[in-house]
């Protein structure tokens, strides 16, 4: 299995972990203690739709990585969303997103394995890269 293209192995440990009703939220718990910054940031957030968000962007993440247009245009749309003029989320947080949804995944992730780490990684850089690119 650890031999599957990045885009492939990132899918499946997603599709494992949100098997979990419970991923998501430990994710948030976590991302959202590791500052009172980011804390703040999240105040005002509605989770049962920032749960679903989320499902729906790590899903967007691999589409975007493979090239497909309507994953680049929603990750762009998402990028917008996140500069310094709409939520303002600084390039900083972004290596402690990356982490703490990756400690979160480990966690849920039963087939868990250091080639489907890098592919999170993988995924998840070409995303912030693009997201910062963008701030």
Same mark, same amino acid.
């Given at each position: /299995?650890?031999? %599957?293209?990045? $885009?492939? %192995?990132?899918? =499946?440990? +997603?599709?494992?972990? @949100?098997?979990? *009703? ?9 991302? @959202?203690?590791?500052?009172?910054? !980011? ?8 989770? #049962? =739709? =920032?749960? $679903? ?6 899903? /967007? ?6 090239? @497909?247009?309507? *994953? ?7 990028? $917008? @969303? &996140?500069?310094?003029? &709409? ?10 997103? +990356?982490?703490? !949804?990756? #400690? ?6 039963? =087939? ?5 780490? *890098? *592919? ?5 850089? &070409?995303?912030?890269? &693009? /997201?910062?690119? $963008?701030?």
């Amino acid at each position: /299995m650890d031999d %599957l293209p990045p $885009k492939d %192995l990132f899918l =499946q440990s +997603v599709a494992r972990c @949100t098997a979990s *009703a419970a991923f998501i939220p430990a994710f948030y718990d976590r991302f @959202t203690s590791a500052s009172d910054e !980011i804390r703040a940031k999240f105040r005002f957030t509605d989770f #049962e =739709q =920032q749960n $679903k968000a989320l499902k729906r962007s790590l899903e /967007m993440c691999a589409f975007a990585i493979a090239g @497909t247009p309507e *994953a680049l245009a929603e990750l762009t749309a998402r990028a $917008k @969303t &996140h500069d310094r003029d &709409h939520l303002n989320i600084e390039p900083r947080f972004y290596d402690i997103w +990356v982490d703490t !949804i990756i #400690e979160t995944a480990a966690e849920y992730d039963d =087939q868990w394995s250091d080639a489907i780490e *890098a *592919a999170w990684r993988r995924v998840l850089s &070409h995303v912030v890269k &693009h /997201m910062i690119r $963008k701030y």
